[in-house]
């Protein structure tokens, strides 16, 4: 089976999006399923790890992101045309810019099946970027324009059961299948948290939380360093590590600094996610989360396979991952909360222990080799119906 898969982003530009994309892909392959991925070219060149099979497209720069590209339609058009697409047998969109739009023609156009995954809680991602349109008319447009998005597409992947059902109050009728990105095995692998310290000059004994991901206003990173600023009036000792980079990163600086907490806490950008990252995971005595918008939110999975207890709010996608018994401590959009909840734990080492047992238990039944045998499944329901 030949899928073309068409997205807005990939890696070298590191999100949710690009890692559950690399995921699929991988163990795809070893289901006999062959996917050409079209995603848009970097200032920074081709990756080294690109394979025959992604094809770039010239791309341009998006307003007000200086992360993300914007594919240039010619180009994607001619790209989409390729005559080595012409065995393609179903379209997988991934984003819902530009890549949305091509991908859909792109399936009419070859007479194939087109599905999408719904990645982005797009109602909350253009109240942060396109902060003077109100909030109220923010939603109405998001709802319409995913509606619209949705009809336009066989069937749809929600990445949880949250996402499903907000998909299903937006009033969404195409037909949704619940289907998280899961861990690849070399996630599970153990990292050096101690190398790690070492590396940034952060001392053995010292607590560390910690918030791996995009540094980026809907991930609520505000609140995490208020927080911080709280938590330092009885653990002065706490060091706050922020790992990623995003357009965030400049206003949360100079937030810690008004709060007089830069020397608490560390912005450390990206990381390598084949070596360093691991270590980053297992350098924190505690992985800290807020964000309400997450689809599903990997960052957490990854945390706890490295045995390192997840505080965290519980909204839209983490709350599939946050059941009972994951090894994390759900708490409602409190600093009181969560200043309680982390000076308990970082006082009680035992019960960090018991947590970090639980959190790798659990990360370890999400498997992507399984995740990947059900995509298969119904990829082959598309096809043949």
Request: aromatic share 8%; glycine share 8%; net charge positive.
């Amino acid at each position: 089976m030949h899928v073309l898969y068409v997205s807005d982003v990939y890696f070298p530009r590191v999100n949710g999006v690009s890692t559950s994309i690399h995921t699929f892909r991988t163990d795809l392959a070893t289901l006999g399923v062959t996917t050409t991925l079209v995603a848009p070219a970097y200032p920074a060149g081709k990756p080294a790890t690109d394979d025959a099979h992604i094809l770039r497209v010239r791309s341009g720069a998006v307003p007000r992101d200086p992360e993300d590209r914007r594919m240039h339609r010619g180009a994607l058009r001619a790209t989409l045309a390729s005559p080595a697409l012409r065995d393609v047998e179903l379209v997988h969109i991934q984003t819902p810019f530009v890549a949305h739009y091509a991908g859909v023609h792109a399936a009419r156009r070859l007479g194939v099946p087109v599905i999408a995954t719904y990645h982005t809680f797009f109602e909350e991602y253009l109240h942060h970027y396109l902060p003077v349109l109100p909030r109220a008319w923010g939603r109405a447009v998001a709802r319409t324009f995913t509606r619209s998005q949705c009809a336009a597409v066989d069937a749809l992947v929600a990445p949880s059961e949250p996402m499903r059902e907000a998909l299903l109050g937006y009033g969404v009728a195409t037909p949704i299948h619940v289907l998280p990105t899961g861990l690849p095995a070399d996630r599970m692998r153990e990292g050096n948290g101690a190398r790690f310290r070492e590396r940034h000059g952060i001392q053995a004994g010292r607590p560390v939380l910690l918030f791996v991901g995009r540094v980026a206003h809907e991930k609520n990173i505000e609140f995490l360093v208020r927080m911080h600023a709280q938590l330092l009036r009885v653990r002065p000792d706490a060091l706050l590590v922020i790992a990623g980079e995003g357009p965030a990163r400049e206003a949360l600086t100079q937030l810690a600094q008004r709060l007089g907490i830069a020397g608490n806490a560390r912005f450390i950008g990206y990381l390598d996610r084949d070596a360093e990252l691991l270590d980053c995971y297992a350098a924190g005595d505690l992985f800290v989360f807020a964000s309400r918008t997450e689809t599903q939110g990997l960052v957490l999975l990854e945390a706890m396979a490295q045995g390192t207890p997840v505080v965290s709010t519980a909204e839209l996608g983490t709350r599939s991952i946050l059941t009972a018994g994951s090894g994390g401590v759900v708490l409602p959009e409190s600093a009181d909360a969560f200043v309680g909840a982390i000076t308990a734990l970082l006082a009680d080492p035992a019960e960090r222990q018991r947590l970090a047992a639980l959190a790798r238990e659990h990360a370890s039944s999400w498997s992507s080799w399984t995740m990947a045998r059900r995509l298969v499944a119904l990829y082959r329901q598309l096809v043949l119906r």
